[in-house]
Protein backbone atom coordinates (compact mmCIF):
# COMPACT_ATOMS: atom_id res chain seq x y z
CA UNK A 1 0.00 0.00 0.00
CA UNK A 2 0.40 3.75 0.19
CA UNK A 3 3.28 5.32 2.38
CA UNK A 4 5.16 7.97 3.64
CA UNK A 5 8.42 8.27 5.21
CA UNK A 6 9.89 11.31 6.96
CA UNK A 7 13.24 12.06 8.65
CA UNK A 8 12.61 11.36 12.57
CA UNK A 9 12.27 14.66 14.57
CA UNK A 10 12.63 16.60 16.53
CA UNK A 11 15.06 18.93 14.54
CA UNK A 12 16.38 21.89 16.52
CA UNK A 13 18.22 24.93 14.16
CA UNK A 14 19.38 27.95 15.29
CA UNK A 15 17.24 31.05 13.15
CA UNK A 16 18.76 31.63 10.18
CA UNK A 17 19.78 28.27 9.09
CA UNK A 18 19.43 26.16 6.48
CA UNK A 19 16.44 23.66 6.95
CA UNK A 20 16.02 20.28 5.04
CA UNK A 21 13.71 17.57 6.14
CA UNK A 22 13.74 14.39 4.27
CA UNK A 23 10.64 12.68 3.04
CA UNK A 24 10.18 9.53 0.77
CA UNK A 25 7.34 8.09 -0.13
CA UNK A 26 6.12 4.81 -2.39
CA UNK A 27 2.53 4.40 -4.28
CA UNK A 28 1.92 2.95 -7.87
CA UNK A 29 1.72 5.61 -10.59
CA UNK A 30 2.17 9.14 -10.22
CA UNK A 31 0.84 10.45 -7.19
CA UNK A 32 0.23 14.23 -6.06
CA UNK A 33 2.70 14.65 -3.09
CA UNK A 34 2.13 17.59 -0.59
CA UNK A 35 3.51 19.15 2.65
CA UNK A 36 1.35 20.61 5.24
CA UNK A 37 2.36 22.38 8.65
CA UNK A 38 0.51 21.86 11.86
CA UNK A 39 1.66 24.57 14.33
CA UNK A 40 1.29 23.91 18.18
CA UNK A 41 -3.02 23.16 19.14
CA UNK A 42 -4.11 23.86 15.41
CA UNK A 43 -5.03 21.99 12.39
CA UNK A 44 -3.35 21.37 9.12
CA UNK A 45 -2.35 23.96 6.47
CA UNK A 46 -1.51 22.94 3.27
CA UNK A 47 2.19 24.56 2.69
CA UNK A 48 3.23 23.50 -0.96
CA UNK A 49 2.02 20.71 -3.38
CA UNK A 50 3.61 19.50 -6.39
CA UNK A 51 1.34 17.30 -8.99
CA UNK A 52 4.17 16.03 -11.22
CA UNK A 53 7.34 14.60 -11.97
CA UNK A 54 10.06 17.59 -11.75
CA UNK A 55 7.83 20.16 -10.06
CA UNK A 56 8.46 22.25 -7.82
CA UNK A 57 6.14 23.64 -4.76
CA UNK A 58 6.65 26.76 -2.89
CA UNK A 59 5.58 29.07 -0.41
CA UNK A 60 6.63 31.11 1.84
CA UNK A 61 10.47 30.21 1.97
CA UNK A 62 9.75 26.71 1.34
CA UNK A 63 10.62 24.61 -1.48
CA UNK A 64 10.23 21.11 -2.40
CA UNK A 65 10.79 19.26 -5.87
CA UNK A 66 9.32 16.14 -6.83
CA UNK A 67 11.75 13.72 -7.59
CA UNK A 68 10.16 10.49 -9.23
CA UNK A 69 13.38 8.68 -10.12
CA UNK A 70 14.40 8.51 -6.24
CA UNK A 71 10.80 8.49 -4.92
CA UNK A 72 11.40 11.88 -2.80
CA UNK A 73 9.79 15.59 -2.19
CA UNK A 74 12.32 17.03 0.54
CA UNK A 75 11.17 20.14 2.39
CA UNK A 76 14.03 22.82 2.37
CA UNK A 77 14.01 26.74 3.28
CA UNK A 78 17.35 28.55 2.97
CA UNK A 79 16.53 30.68 6.39
CA UNK A 80 14.09 29.91 9.38
CA UNK A 81 12.76 31.46 11.65
CA UNK A 82 11.43 31.26 15.21
CA UNK A 83 8.00 31.67 13.60
CA UNK A 84 8.50 27.92 11.51
CA UNK A 85 8.19 26.22 14.59
CA UNK A 86 5.93 23.31 13.77
CA UNK A 87 5.15 20.19 12.94
CA UNK A 88 5.27 19.24 8.96
CA UNK A 89 4.20 16.67 7.41
CA UNK A 90 4.70 14.90 3.78
CA UNK A 91 1.92 13.31 2.31
CA UNK A 92 0.52 11.52 -0.96
CA UNK A 93 -2.98 11.34 -2.70
CA UNK A 94 -3.36 9.54 -6.04
CA UNK A 95 -5.47 9.65 -8.68
CA UNK A 96 -8.90 7.62 -7.81
CA UNK A 97 -8.19 7.89 -4.20
CA UNK A 98 -9.88 9.38 -2.05
CA UNK A 99 -7.64 9.68 0.88
CA UNK A 100 -4.50 11.73 1.76
CA UNK A 101 -1.60 9.40 3.16
CA UNK A 102 0.52 10.82 5.94
CA UNK A 103 3.89 10.24 7.27
CA UNK A 104 4.48 10.77 10.83
CA UNK A 105 5.24 14.26 11.03
CA UNK A 106 8.86 16.04 11.66
CA UNK A 107 9.16 18.68 14.35
CA UNK A 108 11.14 21.65 13.85
CA UNK A 109 12.43 24.04 16.41
CA UNK A 110 14.09 26.78 16.01
CA UNK A 111 15.79 28.45 18.78
CA UNK A 112 16.83 32.48 18.27
CA UNK B 1 -13.32 33.20 2.69
CA UNK B 2 -14.11 31.57 5.97
CA UNK B 3 -12.21 28.29 6.18
CA UNK B 4 -13.22 24.30 7.24
CA UNK B 5 -14.97 24.92 10.22
CA UNK B 6 -15.62 22.40 13.13
CA UNK B 7 -17.74 21.95 16.39
CA UNK B 8 -17.07 21.48 19.49
CA UNK B 9 -13.39 22.35 19.86
CA UNK B 10 -12.91 20.21 22.56
CA UNK B 11 -14.95 17.41 24.35
CA UNK B 12 -14.40 15.29 27.07
CA UNK B 13 -16.78 11.81 27.17
CA UNK B 14 -16.46 8.47 28.84
CA UNK B 15 -16.05 5.31 27.83
CA UNK B 16 -19.26 3.97 26.62
CA UNK B 17 -20.33 6.81 25.81
CA UNK B 18 -21.66 7.78 22.31
CA UNK B 19 -20.10 11.36 20.53
CA UNK B 20 -21.18 13.62 17.76
CA UNK B 21 -18.75 16.10 15.84
CA UNK B 22 -19.54 18.83 13.21
CA UNK B 23 -17.78 19.88 10.31
CA UNK B 24 -18.31 22.73 7.84
CA UNK B 25 -16.56 23.07 4.51
CA UNK B 26 -15.08 25.73 2.65
CA UNK B 27 -18.23 27.35 0.46
CA UNK B 28 -18.23 25.61 -3.02
CA UNK B 29 -16.65 22.57 -1.45
CA UNK B 30 -18.48 19.08 -1.81
CA UNK B 31 -16.67 16.37 -0.81
CA UNK B 32 -15.72 16.54 3.03
CA UNK B 33 -12.86 14.08 4.59
CA UNK B 34 -12.53 12.85 8.23
CA UNK B 35 -9.32 11.90 9.69
CA UNK B 36 -8.46 10.59 12.74
CA UNK B 37 -4.63 11.76 14.88
CA UNK B 38 -3.57 10.73 17.22
CA UNK B 39 -1.14 12.34 19.50
CA UNK B 40 2.72 12.26 17.95
CA UNK B 41 1.15 10.79 14.62
CA UNK B 42 0.43 11.51 11.22
CA UNK B 43 -3.56 11.91 10.37
CA UNK B 44 -5.08 8.80 9.36
CA UNK B 45 -8.02 8.46 7.24
CA UNK B 46 -11.51 7.15 8.14
CA UNK B 47 -14.11 8.63 5.64
CA UNK B 48 -14.70 10.93 2.83
CA UNK B 49 -18.20 11.98 1.79
CA UNK B 50 -19.16 13.45 -1.63
CA UNK B 51 -22.64 14.85 -2.68
CA UNK B 52 -24.45 12.85 0.27
CA UNK B 53 -22.66 9.15 -0.64
CA UNK B 54 -19.35 7.80 0.86
CA UNK B 55 -17.07 7.03 -1.60
CA UNK B 56 -14.22 6.10 1.32
CA UNK B 57 -13.50 4.51 3.79
CA UNK B 58 -10.13 3.95 5.60
CA UNK B 59 -9.96 1.13 8.44
CA UNK B 60 -12.30 1.93 11.43
CA UNK B 61 -14.21 -0.32 12.90
CA UNK B 62 -17.99 0.23 12.62
CA UNK B 63 -18.51 2.35 15.61
CA UNK B 64 -17.54 5.07 13.24
CA UNK B 65 -20.47 6.33 10.90
CA UNK B 66 -20.58 9.70 9.48
CA UNK B 67 -23.08 11.48 6.78
CA UNK B 68 -23.44 14.40 4.30
CA UNK B 69 -26.34 16.93 4.37
CA UNK B 70 -27.37 18.63 1.29
CA UNK B 71 -25.79 22.22 2.53
CA UNK B 72 -22.46 20.11 1.74
CA UNK B 73 -21.81 19.89 6.02
CA UNK B 74 -21.37 16.75 8.06
CA UNK B 75 -21.49 14.62 11.06
CA UNK B 76 -18.90 12.21 12.35
CA UNK B 77 -20.62 9.50 15.03
CA UNK B 78 -18.19 7.25 17.18
CA UNK B 79 -20.30 5.34 19.69
CA UNK B 80 -19.22 3.05 22.58
CA UNK B 81 -16.84 4.57 23.00
CA UNK B 82 -13.04 3.57 23.92
CA UNK B 83 -10.34 5.20 25.65
CA UNK B 84 -8.03 4.67 22.50
CA UNK B 85 -10.48 7.07 20.55
CA UNK B 86 -8.62 9.90 22.29
CA UNK B 87 -7.33 12.24 19.66
CA UNK B 88 -7.64 15.14 17.10
CA UNK B 89 -10.20 14.80 14.51
CA UNK B 90 -9.55 16.57 11.56
CA UNK B 91 -12.58 17.44 9.13
CA UNK B 92 -10.89 18.41 5.14
CA UNK B 93 -12.86 19.60 2.19
CA UNK B 94 -12.40 20.00 -1.64
CA UNK B 95 -14.16 20.87 -4.69
CA UNK B 96 -14.42 17.41 -5.83
CA UNK B 97 -12.85 13.88 -4.63
CA UNK B 98 -9.45 13.92 -5.72
CA UNK B 99 -8.67 17.72 -5.43
CA UNK B 100 -6.24 19.34 -2.90
CA UNK B 101 -8.02 19.02 0.80
CA UNK B 102 -8.25 21.76 3.61
CA UNK B 103 -7.91 20.80 7.02
CA UNK B 104 -9.72 22.37 9.85
CA UNK B 105 -8.49 23.41 13.26
CA UNK B 106 -10.05 19.63 14.30
CA UNK B 107 -11.88 18.82 17.27
CA UNK B 108 -9.78 17.36 20.60
CA UNK B 109 -11.38 14.21 21.92
CA UNK B 110 -10.79 12.65 25.28
CA UNK B 111 -11.95 9.62 26.49
CA UNK B 112 -12.24 8.95 30.14
Known amino acids: GDSVTQMEGPVTLSEEAFLTINCTYTATGYPSLFWYVQYPGEGLQLLLKATKADDKGSNKGFEATYRKETTSFHLEKGSVQVSDSAVYFC???????????FGTGTKLQVIP | DAGVTQSPTHLIKTRGQQVTLRCSPI?????VSWYQQVLGQGPQFIFQ???????GRGNFPDRFSARQFPNYSSELNVNALLLGDSALYLCASSPRTEDTQYFGPGTRLTVL
Open chain 1, 91 to 101: ALSRRGYQKVT
Open chain 2, 49 to 55: YYEKEER
Open chain 2, 27 to 31: SGHKS
